[in-house]
């Protein structure tokens, strides 16, 4: 029996180059037999954390306030694995995906956590313009860490300034190799 998988996609752009990373590794994941839910953030209404400390992993909507982030919280918590997509904005997550990280404290703020540890894992695809990953690898290694999510690698693929620039590109077959190594 496949995984679960959810990919939180912070591209702004639905046919950007980032998309076709995580277009590549759904392909890849889908025929190693698993079952993927992909969010395109960008196009969703989700608000910034308030850090009012008043969620309850127990609610439906664990987190007080009402937005998309309700749509998200059910697949994350039922998900095997969780692949975080996204543009390199200023070395680090696009403001979409970090607003939606941020938010998904709510499953762990109460002491159930929810959202650490229970056997996830996580990927990162990433696209940019240059190649200084760096910092956002360290930032994803420390959300690993803290999550206790096993970390199943990430694909980084830079030089990739306008859209379409990623196609042809080897970073595309291994994102479709790190979806198919899914079981």
Request: proline share 2%; with cysteine; charged share 25%.
């Amino acid at each position: 029996m496949g995984k679960k998988i959810v990919i939180l996609n912070g591209s702004p752009r639905k046919s950007g180059n980032t998309s076709e990373l995580v277009k590549a590794f759904t392909e890849g994941a889908e025929q190693a037999g698993n079952e993927v839910a992909a969010f395109h953030l960008d196009s969703m209404n989700i608000h910034g954390c308030k850090g009012c400390f008043g969620g309850k992993s127990s609610r439906e909507c664990p987190c007080v306030q009402k937005d998309d982030m309700v749509q998200i919280y059910p697949a994350v918590r039922d998900a095997d694995v969780i692949v975080l997509a996204s543009p390199l904005y200023y070395w680090n997550l696009s403001g979409q995906l970090r607003t939606t990280v941020d938010r998904l404290f709510a499953l762990e703020e109460d002491g159930e956590n929810l959202l650490r540890g229970h056997g996830k894992a996580s990927a990162l695809l990433m696209a940019a313009e240059g190649h200084g990953f760096e910092d956002v690898l360290l930032y994803y290694d420390h959300l690993m860490e803290h999550l206790r999510w096993k970390n199943l690698g990430h694909v980084l693929a830079g030089g990739n300034m306008n859209v379409g620039d990623i196609k042809g590109k080897a970073e595309i077959q291994k994102a479709f190799e790190l979806g198919k190594s899914i079981q």
